[in-house]
């Protein structure tokens, strides 16, 4: 079925940028809300951002505005998220996801929502 692949993650210093990507397959990512999701450890995963099938935006996280970005393009079939002036606090594991049965975001993000997801990567922000 749907499949979601992260990529683009790595090791940063603070006030630095990063942009991860998800690329879907066997289906186009303009068909699904397509969310990023982060779980740092110790804390449970959060909701980052959503967009969804007409390239809408939800942001999630409050402590992201600003800084993080969702994007999509279609001819690449990948949807990303440009993350600037990264903090020590970003780091986590990032993860696509994909809401199998709605083209639309909802205000606020729940894992509940989102039935495909990659398999993460891990971004660390650290001096």
């Known amino acids: 079925q749907l499949q979601l692949v992260e990529s683009g993650g790595g090791l940063v210093q603070p006030g630095e940028s990063l942009r991860l990507s998800c690329t879907a397959s066997?289906?186009?990512?303009?068909?699904?809300?397509i969310a990023w999701f982060r779980q740092a450890p110790g804390k449970e995963r959060e909701g980052v951002s959503c967009?969804?099938?007409?390239?809408?935006?939800?942001d999630y996280s409050d402590s992201v505005k600003g800084r993080f970005t969702i994007s999509r393009d279609n001819a690449k079939n990948t949807v990303y998220l440009q993350m600037n002036n990264l903090k020590p606090e970003d780091t986590a594991v990032y993860y696509c996801a994909a809401n199998r049965r709605s083209s639309i975001c909802r205000d606020q993000g729940s894992e509940s929502d989102f039935g495909a997801w990659g398999q993460g990567t891990q971004v660390t922000v650290s001096s």
């Open positions: 967009i969804n099938s007409s390239g809408r935006t939800v």
């Open positions: 066997p289906f186009t990512v303009d068909v699904y809300a």
